[in-house]
């Protein structure tokens, strides 16, 4: 801010076009907006807990959060109109927006009704199986969540379907048709479907369906030679691949060129009419409005084999087993039972041991012809009776199906091929439903939980529910993840966010310490890993590779494994994660708590911008603390509290003002000691800068070209802030800080709430200016950086503007960070003119956190 | 857990919602943990159950469509006055409370509940095991 810039600021304050508020009265307006910013995101955490599993909540509680949460975010746009003394409109309008579309999910009505025609693979997920059908919205999954290869390409959705019934006027002709049918008469239905199938092969595809399959197609050249490819065009209607599995009911078409996938796409559609799916929807009682297919389109692989997987067979609990279908060439032979297959069967736990290979003599296989269709080949004399499958293809393969499984908590129908150079795509999974018939032969896990060793229980909580059984593995705060092994258990000191790139390894996690509104919690759910988190003890009761059962839905943690207890979660009636109130609550999270303004710098940082309640509770909290920072700089005239001197050894020319028991001195005392001091977080900081006994009062020497260096900055950049010139403020309250420190030629901010709520807690640090040239300032930066970031602080550099942010740690842990931030305060003062090399960065660092190591023990 | 020999016959439940997915929570919850489990959302159906069978356990929501869970509680408390009854409610309130425990019920449970805490609910009732 320019010199001017900041006089007319200042000015403009004291134009007195309205007498101003008190400051103790707009300080409590902030107190408020951060006590009702944090019990927002309570609500929100509270509701996503609910994902976790380990409640039982129904919709009313749905609808009871959704209503206050709404209140809240209401109230909350209403006193930061009051604090700032403006209207708000924009915000007012996201509020207004969001709400709307929460009020719609509540009603059942998708507030998001996604319009396209078509929809590429990576854009997939379970949230868009009415657009995309359940096939390829599992495949969606498959490949964006769980991170497995699914052939490329894309979906024409269920609207495109309706756009064809209604483009070829057929959704009349269809519900007189049934109208007319008495039930009963087989031939009459038979009549009716014959007539619309030959409308439907017959009919036009909407220009804008075609423009948008061109469209895809298109950006499938980009990575594909289209003029080689052939394409596998599937079915993927609403209830396909669902607890109904309408397996082999609708069809695929196999081996198409990019030029006719219109054709296949009318012979897919057609299928929907056949007779045979027309009377299995019939059955099972789907209405007619309950018919919509997908159909999607990708690349047909190479395959050297193919086949299909279950994830298990339905055997007694000593015999449970993973069963491998194979052939050469392509799967669908292998699928519908028409061909010789290998069938390998395998160990269900980790590493997936062989136990038996049974290879069959295998005459001919299912290859693309070329320029389109399929065709049957004759094998190679010398491959006939080999298995087409390597152990080492079959152990990749079955961990694949394994994630699958673990994923959906049922067992899985896989479908696969390995192409020619060795790489596995995933084809399709849908559930496979087992019921044990008889209980004696499936014991219920009542008896193996009596006997089984219980390690810890009810400690901690739960992240995501669900069972695993695997092997402990530790991992200390600096391991290296690389080498984590497939089906472990993850048991840590802390959560991290950085566990994230072994969710699809490990069967579960479990942590000492952390919260389940943190982000790892968030990623385990997603993952659906069933995690439980700060329990304490887990890794000092577990030992590393010892194999354990835990049980993260009753939060239990067995020595030794008990299998009784994963097969009766893949056999329960209904998979959580499956029910309405489930997913409606997940649907209503995706309007609530994702956080899109996350970049206060960035020009996206506005209301307008607001997609989410937390959106307008971060723009809110940001808005009010700029506030308050206003109010306090240009306003400490004004306020009415008596600002008071510090008296300190070491000079820190601060000012205090206390808005609400951060100060234990009396009434109209002009000056107070640091006993005095009951703010919680300036306390903490001052005994940093104190007790850590580096504020150094030896001389530094400054060679002659930094200190020319700073005799021209003194009159540059290091003055441009002339309203805080050799005045430092602190406004405190017992829980908070607002902390503008200039020592020097550095300019710090700290602004940090400190309590026994986890969850409010946090601290802001910025730090910018120094003597120097720009290379040392920036030198210092890094520095700083670098020790904040071994003190977890979440940092940014910009030049020579640091900025750190810490959060949601205990209290402890908290003071001990504002220790951190007192002494690096002080260390720091000439820092900049000490580091005249690269390497001195990385040593200084180390001397700092060396230093203040004492202090962090107590 | 290590609980006594296996001789006695399961303990069993009732539980009562009109919620399908607390019986669909609920009843494989309390299978895992080794009881009999039947689940209703139809109060009807539910006090048919009571009258014909011995419950251990019932476990009701209080506020139900068409239904007074108060009532449901009573109706058991006269049939199988040894039958412990454990009251969800997500209408939980110092009054409804009172009343419930006036009426013989022997826990009161807020919704949403951990699973954790009515399967320790159920099992201090029922004598610390599953099996008695």
């Known amino acids: 801010m320019s010199l001017l810039a900041g006089l007319k600021d200042a000015l403009a304050f004291w134009r007195p076009r309205k007498p101003p508020v008190p400051f103790a009265v ?109 096939k390829l919205a599992n495949l969606g999954d498959i490949k964006n969540v769980l991170g497995l290869a699914v052939p490329d390409g894309f979906v024409i959705t269920t609207k495109a379907f309706f756009d064809f019934l209604e483009h070829n006027r057929l959704p009349g002709l269809v519900e007189e048709g049934l109208d007319r049918w008495d039930g009963k008469d087989e031939k009459a239905l038979e009549e009716l479907s014959r007539d619309i199938r030959r409308r439907i092969l017959q009919g036009e595809v909407p220009r804008p369906v075609l423009a948008q399959i061109t469209a895809k197609l298109e950006a499938l050249g980009t990575r594909h030679d289209l003029r080689q490819a052939l394409f596998a065009v599937r079915s993927s209607a609403w209830g396909e691949d669902t607890e109904f599995s309408f397996a082999g009911q609708y069809e695929s078409v196999l081996g198409v060129p990019a030029r006719r996938i219109a054709e296949a796409y009318k012979q897919v559609l057609a299928s929907a009419y056949s007779p045979e799916a027309w009377r299995y929807r019939l059955h099972r009682g789907y209405l007619e409005n309950e018919m919509a297919m997908a159909v999607g389109c990708q690349i047909l692989v190479d395959a050297e084999t193919s086949g299909g997987l279950y994830t298990y067979v339905p055997l007694s609990l000593e015999r449970e087993a993973v069963v491998i279908n194979a052939a050469w060439g392509l799967g669908a032979p292998v699928v519908d039972g028409t061909a010789e297959t290998d069938t ?162 490990a069967q579960g996690i479990l942590t000492d310490v952390g919260s389940v509104t943190g982000h790892m919690a968030t ?128 000079p820190l020319g601060l000012t205090v003002i206390d808005a609400e028991g951060g100060l234990s001195a009396g009434e109209g005392v002009r000056e107070v000691r640091a006993e005095e001091v009951s703010s919680v977080p300036l306390a903490a900081l001052l005994a940093g800068v104190g007790d850590s006994g580096m504020w150094g009062t030896d001389p530094v020497s400054v060679d002659l070209g930094s200190f020319m260096s700073s005799v021209t900055r003194t009159f540059t950049a290091a003055s441009a802030e002339p309203r805080t010139m050799g005045r430092n403020l602190a406004v405190v309250s017992r829980e908070y800080m607002n902390l503008h420190l200039r020592l020097g030629y550095h300019f710090t901010i700290v602004d940090a709430y400190i309590s026994n709520r986890i969850n409010d807690n946090y601290i802001y640090f910025r730090f910018l200016g120094g003597v120097t040239d720009f290379i040392r300032r920036s030198r210092r930066a890094r520095c700083i950086a670098e020790i904040l970031e071994r003190q977890d602080f979440r940092v940014d550099v910009h030049g020579d503007l640091v900025v750190a942010r810490i959060k949601k740690l205990s209290l402890r842990r908290m003071r001990q960070k504002m220790l951190v931030l007192g002494g690096l305060i002080s260390y720091t003062r000439q820092l900049d003119v000490r580091l005249s090399s690269d390497e001195d960065i990385a040593l200084h660092a180390e001397e700092f956190l060396q230093r203040i190591a004492p202090l962090l023990e107590v | ?126 004598g610390g095991e599953s099996r008695g």
């Open chain 1, 523 to 650: 990623l385990a759910r997603e993952y659906r890993v069933p995690t439980v988190v700060n329990t304490g003890v887990a890794t000092t009761a577990l030992r590393e590779g010892e194999e354990i059962t835990l049980d993260a839905t009753q939060n239990t943690v067995f020595r030794g494994a008990i299998r009784e207890l994963c097969r009766f979660e893949l056999s329960e009636a209904e998979v959580f994660e499956e029910s309405g109130e489930y997913r409606l609550l997940r649907r209503l999270l995706k309007r609530i708590a994702p956080l899109n303004l996350v970049d206060p710098h960035s020009e996206n940082f506005k209301p307008s911008a607001c997609r989410t309640f937390h959106d307008i509770t971060r723009w809110i909290h940001e808005r009010s603390v700029e506030a308050l920072i206003g109010l306090s700089e240009s306003h400490w005239r004004g306020i009415q509290a008596t600002p008071r001197r510090l008296v300190t050894d070491i």
């Open chain 1, 26 to 134: 707009q300080f409590k307006r902030f107190q408020i907006i951060l006590e009702r910013n944090n019990r927002i995101l309570e609500l929100m955490a509270d509701m996503g807990d609910k994902l976790g599993g380990e409640y039982v909540f129904d919709r009313q509680y749905i609808l009871t959060a959704c209503e206050r949460l709404a209140d809240l975010v209401f109230k909350l746009i209403s006193d930061l109109s009051v604090l700032t003394q403006r209207k708000n409109v924009e915000l007012f309008l996201a509020f207004e927006r969001i709400q709307h579309q929460i009020q719609e999910e509540l009603a059942g009505r998708h507030s998001f009704p996604n319009l396209s025609l078509t929809l590429p693979l990576e854009e997939l997920n379970r949230d868009l199986s009415e657009e995309a059908g359940n």
């Open chain 2, 1 to 126: 857990m290590n609980g006594p020999a296996d001789t006695a016959p399961r303990k069993r439940i009732l539980v009562l919602d009109d919620e399908p997915i607390v019986c669909k929570r609920l009843k494989p919850a309390f299978q895992k943990a080794g009881y009999e489990v039947e689940a209703f959302t139809d109060s009807v159906q539910a006090m048919a159950r009571v009258e014909q069978e011995h419950f251990d356990a019932v476990i009701t929501d209080l506020k139900m469509e068409g239904v007074d869970g108060m009532h449901f509680l009573t109706r058991v408390k006269e049939v199988s006055p040894d039958t412990a009854v454990v009251v969800i409610t997500g209408f939980a309130t110092l009054e409804t409370a009172k009343e419930s425990f006036r009426k013989g019920a022997f826990d009161f449970v807020a919704k949403p509940f951990k699973l954790s805490d009515i399967l320790d609910t159920v099992r201090r009732v029922l």
């Open chain 1, 344 to 505: 390998y069967v395998l160990e269900r736990a980790t590493p997936h041991a062989v136990r038996s290979l049974d290879t069959a003599r295998k005459e001919t296989m299912l290859v693309a012809a070329p320029g389109g269709g399929t065709m049957l080949a004759p094998v190679e004399e010398g491959r006939r009776n080999l298995p087409c499958l390597s152990p080492e293809r079959m152990e990749r393969l079955t961990q694949a199906a394994m994630a699958i499984e673990r994923y959906y908590k049922r067992p899985q129908d896989v479908e696969w091929s390995f192409d020619r150079r060795g790489d596995l795509y995933l084809l399709q999974a849908r559930p496979l439903n087992i019921r044990p018939s008889e209980p004696d032969f499936c014991p219920l896990p009542g008896e193996a939980m009596r006997e089984a060793e219980v390690v810890f229980s009810g400690r901690g909580t739960v992240a995501q529910q669900g069972v695993a059984v695997g092997r402990v593995h530790i991992v200390r705060e600096d391991d290296d993840l690389s080498d984590f092994p497939y089906g472990a258990i993850l048991v840590t000191r802390y959560t991290s966010p950085r566990f994230s790139r072994v969710m699809r390894k």
